[in-house]
């Protein structure tokens, strides 16, 4: 359906324009919710809608990665807050996190753009503050993205070098070593969002078997093989080795390796546009997704709690990575820890995969609404593809600029890729506050087929209330000695960021930027 034709026109439209209309629909696999939720949105179908409920869960799933991301998160919350703190501090993250997920799922369902949080500004803020708002968000929603990509990927890098340290005691991890790992994953994962993108829901589904049997090939061999602490060791032993003043203080810091396990509410919301059904099958697919990721990744910490034995052993450990020391502690065999890894190196891997299509259409849809600088060139489809390819080879081309950076610094690449963090919690924030103040005073919200109902306003003002806090820790250092490598940087980035963004939106952004909001049709 073309962006001038109203409901009223289609209603009033003979029946062989309104069967041309159908077929070019079905053609992209739509149906007539589509149209008509892209006809409220002001937007023409360009991608194909390929998933369904089930690619579209495991899309969710693989993505988020929860258990495998929280074994290979575990040392910073282990160092600040211990076994105990670990435990409940990721159990306090995963419920404030499905108020964020229940909030994201029925915005979703209100308008399911690839554009997401900046278009949800766009539509809900007060009418002065739409467009300065919306700009601002859509470039800090860019920037996470992009920069939660490197960090990803740089995950599955350094695993890789903390097995070869496993293997071959003589390898001594090489920043420019983990560089290419980066580059390398990276360029295999576009490949499956270019030349395979069409098989990209079959994939996807496949794949969420994995995440699923993967998860039991590594909880049972630890269930059967280590030895246990006790109950009092996991779940009341709190620690504080990072040097805080306060015990209670650790663990409030130590939040941050939940807080980035379970961190991607929105990632199927920028896929929006390729989903069959999508105001339906969204908010369905990340209320799942959050459920059993969030359900797996707490039993998978409480069980490594349980395994790991001495904290500071593991912690200590020549690979980088606690988990995989466990690992071998438990099998006492190479060729076992190294199978057991090469799970979590595969998932984090496909992971990868949907995070580059989910930054790639994020990318395209701001640039679309002539959000970024050579918006044309990224927001161009090539015909025959129905694939923003060109926001997908700056995807890659992007996250191999930033790999650079760690050859010369890897704690200038670790604060890049504790932005991401940072980034989209303040687009949840933001986002949820003006939801807050429309229901407040107004206008009505538009119409959607998943809601929250009375419960509505509670809930966005309990994920506000987490955010907020959660929000003010991840600026924390790494240790209350702050020097140059300990010193979270992460502030300094985002800060500098959203000065950019300010300047260039008064300079040059205001004027050609075009507010999802403008496009919007609102019924009476």
């Known amino acids: ?265 929105d990632s199927t919301v920028h896929m929006s546009e390729e989903v069959r059904d999508a105001s339906r099958v969204l908010p369905r697919a990340i209320m799942w997704a959050a459920t059993i990721n969030g359900a797996m990744g707490w039993i998978m910490l409480i069980t490594f709690c349980f395994t790991l034995g001495d904290v500071l052993d593991v912690v200590d450990t020549p690979t980088g990575y606690p988990f995989i020391q466990v690992f071998y502690n438990v099998t006492q065999s190479i060729a076992g820890t190294s199978v057991m890894t090469a799970i979590l190196i595969v998932n984090v891997t496909s992971a990868c995969i949907s995070t580059v299509a989910t930054v790639s259409r994020q990318t395209w849809s701001f640039a679309r609404d002539c959000g970024l600088p050579g918006s044309a060139y990224i927001a161009h489809v090539k015909p025959g593809w129905n694939i923003p390819l060109n926001a997908v080879l700056l995807t890659f081309t992007i996250t191999s600029l930033l790999s650079l950076i760690n050859i010369g610094s890897a704690v200038a690449f670790n604060a890049i890729g504790s932005l991401a963090v940072s980034a989209l919690l303040g687009t949840y924030l933001i986002s949820f506050t003006f939801l807050i103040l429309c229901r407040l005073r107004g206008p009505a919200l538009p119409p959607r087929r998943w809601s929250l109902g009375r419960w509505g306003l509670a809930v966005n003002v309990g994920a506000v209330l987490f955010l907020a806090i959660v929000w003010v820790f991840v600026f924390f250092p790494q240790t209350p000695d702050v020097t140059v490598d300990t010193m979270n940087w992460n502030v300094v980035i985002f800060v500098g960021t959203m000065l950019f963004s300010v300047v260039y939106y008064f300079v040059w952004g205001h004027k050609r930027y075009m507010a999802p909001v403008a496009l919007v049709r609102r019924e009476d």
């Open 1 to 265: 359906m073309s962006d001038t034709t109203s409901s009223k026109d289609y209603i009033e439209m003979s029946s062989e324009t309104q069967i041309f209309e159908m077929d070019k629909l079905n053609a992209r696999g739509g149906t007539a919710a589509d149209v008509r939720e892209m006809e409220r949105l002001g937007r023409t179908q360009v991608l194909n809608r390929n998933f369904r409920f089930l690619s579209t869960l495991g899309f969710a799933c693989t993505l988020m990665s929860t258990w495998e991301i929280a074994l290979m998160t575990s040392a910073f919350g282990l160092l600040n807050g211990g076994k105990a703190g670990l435990v409940w501090g990721y159990l306090v993250v995963w419920l404030g996190y499905l108020l964020v997920f229940a909030s994201i799922a029925e915005m979703a369902s209100m308008a399911p753009t690839s554009g997401g949080q900046y278009h949800w500004v766009s539509e809900f803020a007060p009418p002065r503050a739409q467009k300065f708002f919306s700009y601002t968000i859509g470039w800090i929603s860019v920037l996470g993205w992009q920069t939660g990509l490197a960090s990803l990927a740089f995950l599955a890098g350094t695993m890789i070098q903390g097995l070869l340290v496993l293997a071959q005691p003589t390898y001594e991890f090489q920043n420019w070593h983990g560089t290419l790992l980066v580059i390398g994953i990276t360029a295999f994962c576009i490949v499956f969002n270019t030349f395979l993108a069409n098989r990209l829901p079959i994939v996807e589904g496949t794949v969420l078997v994995v995440h699923v049997l993967g998860f039991f090939a590594v909880l049972v061999p630890l269930w059967v093989l280590a030895p246990r602490s006790t109950p009092a060791d996991v779940f009341g032993s709190f620690l504080n080795l990072g040097g805080w003043s306060s015990t209670g203080l650790a663990v409030m810091v130590g939040l941050l390796s939940p807080v980035y396990t379970l961190i991607g509410a």
